[in-house]
Every structure is written in structure tokens, then in C-alpha cells.
């Protein structure tokens, strides 16, 4: 699986919206940019995923640049209870499917 | 809406013991697996599990770790002979089926069960 790159942290204000980078330059075709989150030391939460178009839900945007080798997660109007570790994951297609973690981004929300 | 439930949340045990680590995953999901996440580090693949095999595990996963789904809803993780460094929160997932990065892709993980070996 590709190797990703985040900040080891940010912070953001509550209510403006937070944009997470992340550098996935070895991407291949089949592999999915996944991001999770987590809650200080809760289950990793699934928040978005894509391959190659812009997705939306109704949790966050997940931007992927046109060549795929970054892309940004976007929490629109970030609350305290967005303070979390965030994870960009590449994810082969695979059997298996299993999730490679990385350090994350700490993102601390501050009113 | 479905979830992945996990218990104990926390248990702890004398070094040299067994445990057995319980996870009902979503009803209609067909793939399982465990991760654990040792503090401060991060969160670590450890099997996954499908059709009644063991599909992949890591290195981590050695001749002391087994995992069972004993009925038609629980799926164990058992430790047989606990050591200091088992010491980790356990973190079940499961995801529906795989196809074309749809959201059968997408695991789906439990509030986690911290083991403390003592």
C-alpha cells in the first residue's frame, strides 16, 4: 500500500472549516484514499472515502488532486467534538482489505 | 444504526493468563478483523478473518493469538498465554463484502476493550 504524509497536527477554530492535507505521491491506480478519525483512544471512525472524484457525506468533502497524489479532507464547520487523530489511509483493492495506520493528524478544534 | 459492539471493555489479568476478547460485529457483515493499539503508538493490523479462515495475519499474530466465530454473531480473540506486552487496547472491524470501492469496502470498528496484563 502507498505511504501517506500528514501534519502531525493543527488546529483549527470551531465553527470555520477545517482542511486536512495529505501526500500520497506513490498512489497507484487501484488503490482508495480512505480517512478515518479517532476519538481519543475510541474505535477509529469511518469518515469519507474515494478513488479518483471529489466525494461528499455528511460528515466532510474528500478532495483528490486530478494526478492523485494528495488530497484533503475537509470538515466544513468543525466542532469541539471534532477533536480527534485523523488518518489518511491508502488501501489497495484486495482480499483482505486491511488498514495500514499512520501517525494521523492530531486536529485540536478551539472555541 | 448498526454497530460493532465489543466486551469487556477493560480487563485486566495476571501475566501467563488466558483471555478471551469478545466482538459482535454488524449482523450481515461477512469480514472480520482485529487491530490493537498499544498507548501512545499506533493502531495495528493483527488477522482478518472470512468464511471461517483466518484470510491474513501479521507478525504480531503468533502461535499465542487464535480467533474463533464460535455461532453465527461473535467473533473471539484469545490470547493464550498473556505477556506484559499484550498490554493494549483491542479493537474489532467489519465490513460487509468487498466490491469496487463501495461501502462493503469500509470497516467498521467497535468502541475497542483495553487489556491490561499485569
Known amino acids: 500500500d502507498a505511504k501517506t504524509t500528514q501534519p502531525p497536527s493543527m488546529d483549527c477554530a470551531e465553527g470555520r472549516a477545517a482542511n486536512l492535507p495529505c501526500n500520497h505521491s506513490t498512489i497507484s491506480g487501484n488503490e482508495y484514499v480512505y480517512w478515518y478519525r479517532q476519538i481519543h483512544s475510541q474505535g477509529p471512525q469511518y469518515i469519507i472515502h474515494g478513488l479518483k472524484n471529489n466525494e461528499t457525506n455528511e460528515m466532510a468533502s474528500l478532495i483528490i488532486t486530478e494526478d492523485r497524489k494528495s488530497s484533503t479532507l475537509i470538515l466544513p464547520h468543525a466542532t469541539l467534538r471534532d477533536t480527534a487523530v485523523y488518518y489518511c489511509i491508502v488501501r489497495r483493492r484486495s482480499n483482505d482489505y486491511k488498514l495500514s495506520f499512520g501517525a494521523g493528524t492530531t486536529v485540536t478544534v478551539r472555541a | 444504526e448498526p454497530e460493532v459492539t465489543q466486551t469487556p471493555s477493560h480487563q485486566v489479568t495476571q501475566m501467563g493468563q488466558e483471555v478471551i476478547l469478545r466482538c459482535v460485529p454488524i449482523?450481515?457483515?461477512?469480514?472480520f478483523y482485529w487491530y490493537r493499539q498499544i498507548l501512545g503508538q499506533k493502531v495495528e493490523f493483527l488477522v482478518s478473518?472470512?468464511?471461517?479462515?483466518?484470510?491474513?495475519k501479521s507478525e504480531i499474530f503468533d502461535d499465542q493469538f487464535s480467533v474463533e466465530r464460535p455461532d453465527g454473531s461473535n467473533f473471539t480473540l484469545k490470547i493464550r498465554s498473556t505477556k506484559l506486552e499484550d498490554s493494549a487496547m483491542y479493537f474489532c472491524?467489519?465490513?460487509?463484502?468487498?466490491?469496487?470501492?463501495?461501502?462493503?469496502?469500509?470497516?467498521?470498528f467497535g468502541p475497542g476493550t483495553r487489556l491490561t496484563v499485569l
Open positions: 472491524a467489519s465490513r460487509l463484502a468487498g466490491g469496487r470501492g463501495q461501502q462493503g469496502d469500509t470497516q467498521y
Open positions: 449482523s450481515n457483515h461477512l469480514y
Open positions: 478473518f472470512y468464511n471461517n479462515e483466518i484470510s491474513e
